[in-house]
C-alpha cells in the first residue's frame, strides 16, 4: 500500500518532532541540574531501570557511546553510589550493572518532575486530545522500531 503522505507533511513532522526534542531535552537538562548526575548518567540509569542489570556492553550499545566511554561513565556513578558492579550468578567472568537505591532514587524523583512538566504542557488538552497523542506518539514508535529492524 502506498502512502500518501506528502513531502511537505515529512518535513513539517520532522520539524516539530526535532523542536518537541529540543524543548524535552532542555527541560530535562534544568532538573538535573537539582541532582548529582549528567544527562548521560541519567539515559544509563532509565536503561537499566528499564531492562534490569545490564553488562558494560550491553549499556553500551542502548545508550549509544563506545565500551571506553560507558566503562567511564559507570566508574562515576559507582562512585557516586548510584550503580555497583556484580558478577553474573550463571557465569562468574560476566560483570553487571545494579542500579542501587540513590541511583533508584534519583531516577524516580527525576521522572516523576518530568511528568509534573508535561502535565502542565497538557493542561489545555482534553482527555480525548491527550488520549489520542499518546496513542499516535505509541503507534509512531512501534513504526520507528520496524523501520530500525529493517
Wanted: aromatic content about 6%.
Amino acid at each position: 500500500m502506498e502512502n500518501d503522505v506528502s513531502a511537505a507533511a515529512i518535513a513539517d513532522t520532522e520539524k516539530r518532532l526535532r523542536y518537541i526534542a529540543g524543548v524535552i531535552k532542555q527541560n530535562g537538562r534544568k532538573i538535573l541540574n537539582n541532582y548529582p548526575i549528567t544527562s548521560p548518567q541519567f539515559v544509563a540509569l532509565q536503561w537499566l531501570m528499564e531492562e534490569g542489570d545490564l553488562t558494560i556492553g550491553e549499556l553500551s550499545n542502548k545508550i549509544s557511546l563506545a565500551f571506553s566511554t560507558t566503562t567511564d561513565l559507570v566508574d562515576r556513578m559507582e562512585r557516586n553510589e548510584l550503580v555497583e558492579r556484580v558478577r553474573d550468578l550463571n557465569d562468574r567472568r560476566v560483570v553487571r550493572i545494579h542500579v542501587l537505591e540513590r541511583g533508584n532514587r534519583i531516577i524516580h524523583e527525576v521522572i516523576r518532575k518530568r511528568q509534573d512538566y508535561l502535565g502542565k504542557v497538557l493542561t489545555n488538552f482534553s482527555l480525548e486530545e491527550t488520549e489520542m497523542l499518546n496513542k499516535l506518539l505509541t503507534f509512531l514508535y512501534k513504526e520507528m522500531k520496524l523501520v530500525n529492524e529493517k
